[in-house]
């Protein structure tokens, strides 16, 4: 299994959506032990999307942002972008370094290496249901993570600056993390590297009609 | 005498979470930020056991724990990754960890192994 069959196995076989469903689920209780609130996963896309349609179908792209981005390597390579509306990242690291509610304005140092982290877990537990799916022996590793602060569009030009040189309409798989109150949203990014031709039920996601994932 | 557990990690949010666990349950700590500097931190603290992570920058903890191993056969560690993958676990058996732990992990189930692997 190629690096391309990898990816078009997870996103365009029969147990696609079940396979995409348990993996946010892994993700989501890896976030919930981490910050001590239980999350879930709203809808769950995997689709073609154009570079330049990214921004608007996540929000605001002028809105300050936080991303945290991680490159994906080893049999299969990507990367992956977690985009955290600003307030949503300022409530989340007030969680996970155990201060007072509405205390914290700002992302210094020791507020990125927390969202790094939760960037880390996040991407990580993903790959290892992705490893666990293809029951064949496969290694597949997120770099360390960087985390950005600037507008969305900003964020998104840079982590997807590869991709728009290339011109290709990357395939996003894509859905929101949110705590039960919904103070905390996060946006789930990953894009598979596209090494060869795009399989046939790749190619059926792309435009108006694209598939869309619903949890159940 | 108080244990002595080196954490490997290159994030400071999580060295501070161990730190404050470890301490609170009567284990001194050292600590190293990536794989580079637990080679070289092993080398000067001999600490009794190493907490190593997997993912970190200019050297992987699977590199650094080889190398740890190199210069201390008898080195003990127990890796402490996100990464559940069998290839990765059996790596790190292969050269030498003792357990190996996914992130998160619960207090109770860390503090465990660390008494597992100093008895």
Redesign the interface.
């Known amino acids: 299994m190629n690096e391309q069959e990898i990816w078009d196995s997870v996103t365009g076989g029969s147990h696609a959506r079940l396979w995409l469903d348990m993996a946010m689920k892994r993700v989501t209780q890896a976030l919930s032990d981490t910050v001590g609130e239980p999350f879930h996963h709203g809808a769950l896309r995997a689709e073609a999307v154009p570079v330049a349609g990214i921004a608007e179908r996540i929000g605001d792209p002028k809105a300050k942002t936080v991303g945290v981005q991680l490159q994906i390597k080893g049999d299969a390579r990507g990367q992956a972008l977690l985009l955290f509306p600003w307030e949503s990242a300022l409530r989340l690291v007030e969680l996970l370094m155990e201060v007072p509610p509405r205390t914290t304005s700002d992302v210094g140092f020791a507020e990125r290496t927390a969202l790094a982290e939760v960037g880390n877990l996040s991407v990580a537990h993903f790959l290892n249901a992705l490893v666990a799916y293809l029951a064949q022996p496969r290694r597949l590793q997120p770099s360390p993570s960087s985390v950005l602060v600037d507008t969305l569009e900003a964020i998104l030009r840079l982590a997807l600056m590869p991709v728009a040189i290339r011109g290709d309409d990357p395939l996003v798989i894509e859905t929101i993390l949110a705590n039960a109150g919904g103070t905390i949203q996060i946006h789930f990014l990953l894009l598979p590297e596209q090494t060869g031709r795009q399989g046939p039920d790749m190619a059926a996601t792309r435009g108006p009609g694209a598939r869309a994932f619903r949890r159940a | 005498m108080m244990p002595k557990v080196m954490i490997v990690d290159?994030?400071?949010?999580?060295r501070n979470r161990l730190i404050k666990l470890l301490s609170e349950n009567g284990y001194e700590t050292v600590t190293a930020c990536d794989g580079v500097d637990a080679v070289r931190i092993y080398g000067e603290a001999r600490p009794d056991v190493v907490l190593m992570d997997?993912?970190?920058?200019r050297k992987d903890g699977l590199e650094a724990l080889a190398e740890i191993r190199q210069l201390d056969p008898t080195a003990k560690a127990i890796m402490l990754?996100?990464?559940?993958?069998?290839?990765?676990a059996g790596r790190a058996v292969l050269i030498g960890a003792k357990d190996f732990l996914t992130?998160?992990v619960?207090s109770g189930r860390l503090l465990m192994a660390l008494r597992k692997v100093l008895s």
């Open positions: 290159d994030s400071m949010f999580m997997i993912t970190m920058p990754t996100a990464l559940d993958q069998p290839l990765l992130k998160p619960r």
